[in-house]
């Protein structure tokens, strides 16, 4: 043909015949047809210009059973040269090379050549340039499983070489192929292990990375195949140790989460038992154990919402107290905790009501069983309050916080971070655990709605039943209802009553906003103590049952005296007498004695360490602060001293007697113990939100109601509601109570804030620059002058920074440890 001018022209024409399959069974039959065809092959292998009508006529011929092999192995060893393989890929006829190589499958009478030559091809051809590669991962995928189930085409699969099969599905990507092997040619352990070796090897190489360890975890999650490991003790130790060399080796990434699954899969439940044990001893025992553990640890902060694999193995083995003690020896249990905090900054920053979340919170639960909560809460270092809080909120978290309770109730901050909801719940189960009989039995309560309070006390004495609770049924007029709407109307009912300023026991000095204890309670009610006892008991009912008294808005310095969580401070006055505070305590605080028109040293004031309240109206009436308070001059040495007692006396020296019964009913409910407890975990403005409610409140309305100081620049005013809008309910509600005294609203809104003077003065709620510098220079922490609901904001340069001042100076209202947090 070399010679000839026309051999284009001929083996052409030889092509065009050979497409009629009786022409090419004649040609087959021809005396001279092996030289054509040795021909053929030649021209294949070399750059020539007869080459295509070479590849016609061989694919022509592939309608003769018996050229297929000569065919495929022709095509082979095109495929070994790079320039085969870009004649190949870019022939127009490369469509029906994959439509013949697919109907191969079926017809062929052995598959070893069709094999060969696609390993070849896709091995030496990039994916996204060989469409017989994604013609046959597509085809595979729903071909092989219903077309080769006879046994006589299994028989066909079964006769090709282990090698070159497997040579095969790797190149592959194992997924199409792997189904039909493992149900209808894996039948055996002589197929089985071969197949294995050739996967564990292939996970160092990681050939297709990700697929190839998804390929070989699917295939060990039939149990036929790890029955079979059983038998080779030497293969399962190559596949622990192939697995730690791939997740000690690379960064986190989807091939080594790909190799966990293996390791998952390794592990999993089997339905014999004797296989399980195998597995799991052979991991105990292997010397590289403890890298798969560490490398499954590295893997962590790349974990998905939807992998939560890693976790779900991590808390197996923590259940295993071998591999525990490994687990949890050394740096790696500081290494875990660090690499679950991340998760906290990352994919689980805003829930964890998620398949990953809920499986961190099972690994947390765990890790939990074996060390100290308290050390689990420390490792977590900066996201142990992101967790708290995310637990806090969570239908699936709270259980786990319970475990964690009481190690957090030392941690201020981390309490800070849980949510009213949880902590609700969590005084409700304190209350209640304290009064756990054999049997549950509430006190059952009969009330006559015009006479609440007749006989109440005497019906509220069991305090071993009441802290299971009561039942209430109101009685007269027809009524013969009970239930929980009742109870809750009881609730609102009795506390309307109590604190009702015509009853006596409570008075309001900030317009309404709040109450106090009324001194003068004895005055208007004999049995005034009894009643006090009584009030402690509905709060303490109120708190077991999660109900509200909105009527009983006790004043922040009240609130704390319940708790008993902290020692009065100066700044308590403001909230039970804002004008006593405003007009004597400040004056003498900020020495505004030496600032006005006449300046005068203290000493001319003639203040004694006695108080005499209404000198004019009653002269007589008078308490020393001190033993010989009267004959003790107030010197600029000693004003702190009478401040504090002057401020003790008014919040809770004059009304000792009350506040004794109001905490000894309180008490019955809330036992010293829990009491406690409860004081760490809830603080005063907290309680006022579990016994009144909170208030929806509405930042656009807050702000249309809201006053711009004179002198506040424009940015800080519009950057304040800016960060007031990146607040919860509950931050919201303590920043209200930190400027205007109360976390709630009064009735007519932010429109009708109480302000300073006579019943119904209003005092909108204001935004001011700071009247004067901070001592130190800086700018200091945001105050606030509740008495006229007015807020001091410094002009911070951002959002966060703003946000940080304000967030720190409301957790330390009132409290007495940064006194500047509330200048007035």
Known sequence: ??????????????????????????????????????LCSNLLQEHHLVRNQAFAIALNMLCLLNMHARVWDAMANVATSSEGIEFLVGHEDIACLAQESIRAWETSTTLSPLLSFLTTLMANTPAKQNRLFK???????????????????????????????????????????????????????????????????????????????????????????????TTDACLTSRLWSNCASVLSRIDPSDQANMVAHVVKQLLRKSDAQNTQHFLMESFRKHQHAIHIMVGFIRLIPGATLKAADIPILLKQWLVDPAVKHALLGGPSFSKLLQGIAKLFDGCLSASIDNPLGRAISDLICELCNSVDPADVLM????????????????????????????????????????????????????????????????????????????????????????????????????????????????????????????????????????????????????????????????????????????????????????????PVSVEDLASVDPALYEGKVLYLKEARYQQDDAPVPIEDLDLTFEETPQPEVFPDVHWELLPGGAQIRVTEENKLHYLWLLCDHHVRGSVALQLEALRK???????????????????????????????????????????????????????????????????????????????????????????????????PFTVAPPPRQHPSGGLGLPTAQTCFNKLYMPQYGGEEEMKTALLEAVAHRGSGFYESAVLQ
């Open 665 to 763: 009913g309180f008490q019955e409910l809330v036992p010293k113990d829990v009491c406690a407890r409860l004081g760490r975990v809830v603080n005063p403005s907290e309680l006022g939100l579990l016994l009144c409610g909170m208030d929806k409140l509405d930042v656009s309305e807050w702000k249309a109601h809201g006053v711009k100081g004179e002198g506040l620049a424009a940015v800080t005013w519009d950057r304040f509601w800016a960060v007031v809008g990146t607040m919860s309910q509950t931050q919201r509600s303590e920043l209200l109570e930190f400027v205007t005294g109360s976390p709630t609203l009064p009735a007519g809104g932010f429109a009708a804030l109480p302000g300073y003077g006579a019943p119904g003065v209003v005092s």
């Open 1 to 38: 043909v070399e010679l000839l001018d026309d051999a284009s022209f001929i083996l052409e024409h030889l092509a065009l015949a050979t497409q009629d399959p009786e022409c090419a069974k004649a040609v087959y039959q021809h005396a001279q047809w092996k030289d054509v065809w040795g």
């Open 135 to 229: 013609t046959h991962l597509e085809v595979f995928r729903a071909f092989i499983p219903e077309h080769l189930a006879s046994g006589g085409q299994l028989q066909k699969v079964r006769s090709v070489p282990i090698s070159v099969s497997a040579s095969f599905t790797r190149q592959l990507g194992f997924e199409p192929y792997m189904s039909y092997f493992v149900l209808h040619v894996m039948t055996s352990h002589d197929w089985i292990i071969p197949w294995l070796d050739v996967m564990s090897e292939g996970l160092l190489l990681l050939i297709r990375g990700r697929d190839h360890a998804a390929a070989l975890g699917n295939f060990l999650f039939h149990s036929n195949i790890r029955d079979a490991l």
């Open 379 to 566: 490792g977590l270092h900066e996201a142990a309050a992101k967790f708290v809080s995310l637990l806090s909120n969570s239908a699936n978290g709270k259980a786990l916080l319970d475990i964690f309770a009481p190690a957090l109730q030392w941690h201020p901050k981390l309490m800070h971070g849980m949510s009213l909801e949880y902590k609700r719940e969590w005084v409700s189960k304190q209350i209640l655990a304290t009064g756990r009989l054999k049997q549950e039995q509430r006190l059952d309560i009969m009330v006559h709605r015009g006479r609440l309070l007749d006989g109440l006390c005497n019906k509220l004495q069991q305090p071993t039943l009441l802290r299971q609770g009561i039942n209430v049924r109101f009685t007269g007029d027809g009524e013969n209802g009970h239930g929980n709407g009742h109870r809750r109307e009881f609730f609102m009912l009795a506390a309307k009553q109590l604190a009702d300023p015509r009853f006596g026991l409570f008075k309001s000095n900030d317009g309404g906003r709040s109450i106090h204890i009324n001194s003068m309670s004895a005055e208007t009610q004999p049995d005034h103590l009894a009643h006090f006892e009584l009030c402690g008991k509905l709060v303490g009912l109120a708190l077991l049952h999660q109900e509200t008294l909105p009527h009983l808005r006790f004043t922040a310095a009240l609130r704390k005296l319940l708790l008993g969580s902290s």
